[in-house]
């Protein structure tokens, strides 16, 4: 059974970062693409940063130059590292897997219809 669990949420100023952590079990992560999404109250969910199961990595232009996506096979987790951290980062962040690869163009990765197993998520909070 897939289950994904967020951790390393937490409240930091402006400028700040954060590490948030998906502990993944009933498979491996290097064999599953992955991606963190986020939520804020009443707007749609939002794909943050990819990984697919053959490494290519994919992020939102709000998100470039400051977070990091990366899988750690040992402790079978995924993780984000997120720096310079901005107000309006602030957001619910879930954790996605999916078990193929998508043959098409990365972007597709930030679609979380193309995700089916989800974590109960992680919230991140940046104050001015």
């Known amino acids: 059974q897939v289950q994904l669990v967020e951790s390393g949420g937490g409240s930091v100023q402006a400028g700040g970062s954060l590490r948030l952590s998906c502990a993944a079990s009933?498979?491996?992560?290097?064999?599953?693409?992955l991606a963190w999404f986020r939520q804020v109250p009443a707007q749609e969910r939002e794909g943050v940063a990819a990984?697919?199961?053959?490494?290519?990595?994919t992020y939102a232009d709000s998100v470039k130059g400051r977070f990091t996506i990366f899988k750690d096979n040992s402790n079978n987790t995924l993780s984000l590292q997120m720096n310079s951290l901005k107000p309006e980062d602030t957001a619910m962040y879930y954790c996605?897997?999916?078990?193929?690869?998508?043959?098409?163009?990365?972007?597709?990765?930030?679609?979380?219809?193309?995700?089916?197993?989800w974590g109960l998520g992680t919230q991140v909070t940046v104050s001015s």
């Open positions: 009933g498979f491996t992560v290097n064999t599953y693409s």
């Open positions: 990984i697919d199961s053959v490494g290519r990595l």
């Open positions: 996605a897997a999916r078990s193929s690869r998508l043959f098409g163009p990365l972007y597709l990765y930030l679609m979380e219809k193309y995700f089916s197993y």
